[in-house]
């Protein structure tokens, strides 16, 4: 199922690159969505391209009622971004995959990271998720759509906290 958010980050982009391969950005991360855990993993230099893998341990008690059966009390998710070096003005384009561990579900997709001015930025997401679940996955996707998009559109409130935090 098709999947597209913008995410307004108040930073400009080459902060919020910055802040994506920096690992206190992680522990934000695990504050504002009440992860269990969140540990991060940079390859590359955020100066050029690189990649962030984050795992989130999150409780499950507000995933769908439809996905109750395959989740337990926790689910970690596995998140993959690949960013490329900036353009002039700090743009990126990159990819994500988001897997849940240990389940037949996750989110593969497109980003571009857009400088918008001095102080603010977008974070555009097009994104397919699948649950590959006989007879059931179409209605875990559509269920999950909502979640995910809850999930992804923290990012705006952590952002807004790396940036309180850093001075960025």
């Known amino acids: 199922m098709k999947l597209r958010e913008t995410l307004h980050l108040p930073l400009p982009a080459r902060s919020a690159a910055a802040m994506y391969a920096d690992p206190e950005y992680a522990a934000i991360r695990r504050e504002t969505l009440g992860a269990n855990e969140a540990t991060s993993h940079v390859e590359g230099d955020p100066a ?3 990649t962030v893998t984050t795992e989130l341990v999150l409780p499950t008690d507000r995933v769908p009622d439809i996905v109750r059966p395959f989740v337990g009390a926790a ?3 596995k998140e993959v971004q690949s960013w490329s070096g900036p ?3 700090g743009s990126r384009t990159g990819t994500m995959r988001l897997d ?3 389940t037949p579900a996750g989110l593969t997709g497109t980003l571009r990271l857009a400088a918008l001015d001095q102080a603010r930025s977008d974070v555009e997401i097009d994104g397919d998720l699948v649950a590959k679940v006989p007879l059931l996955g179409s209605k875990i996707e559509k269920a999950a759509v909502p979640y995910v ?4 559109r923290a990012e705006e409130r952590s952002a807004a906290a790396y940036r309180d935090r850093s001075g960025a």
């Open 48 to 50: 050029g391209s690189f």
């Open 75 to 77: 689910v970690t998710v």
């Open 87 to 89: 353009e002039p003005d």
């Open 100 to 102: 849940v561990v240990g």
């Open 149 to 152: 998009s809850t999930v992804l």
